[in-house]
Nanobody, 123 residues
């Protein structure tokens, strides 16, 4: 599967952004989808994961209650709605796909990655 992330940008603290990740292929619903983020010099950080049909979602403590992950299998797209953004949310955000849900927060378990989209939150 090939992934294309979009929707990043510059936003003031307290604002909102929605990221999208479009997947190629006809088997999108076979993949668990995740969002990760990374800042320079740091390891890639788990943000959120959604299961194959979207019936279960998982979040990092740092974003729970502010971010929402969702998917539309008919459109082969996963979304990350980000509200109440903080300067510490500034990062490059990546979408990722994998078949299994095991250890969903471990970025090394994801085999497919989008190119990343920059999110910058100004204070």
């Amino acid at each position: 599967v090939q992934l294309q992330a979009s929707g990043g940008g510059l936003v003031q603290a307290g604002g909102s952004l929605t990221l999208s990740c479009a997947a190629s292929g006809r088997t999108f619903s076979s993949y668990v989808m995740g969002w990760f983020r990374q800042t320079p010099g740091k390891e890639r950080e788990f943000v959120a994961t959604i299961t194959w049909t979207g019936d279960s979602t998982y979040y990092a403590d740092s974003v729970r209650g502010r971010f929402t992950i969702s998917r539309d299998n008919a459109k082969n797209t996963v979304y990350l709605q980000m509200n109440s953004l903080k300067p510490e949310d500034t990062a490059v955000y990546y979408c990722a796909a994998r078949v299994s849900l095991l250890r969903y927060s471990d970025y090394t378990r994801y085999g497919y990655w989008g190119q990343g989209t920059q999110v910058t939150v100004s204070s």
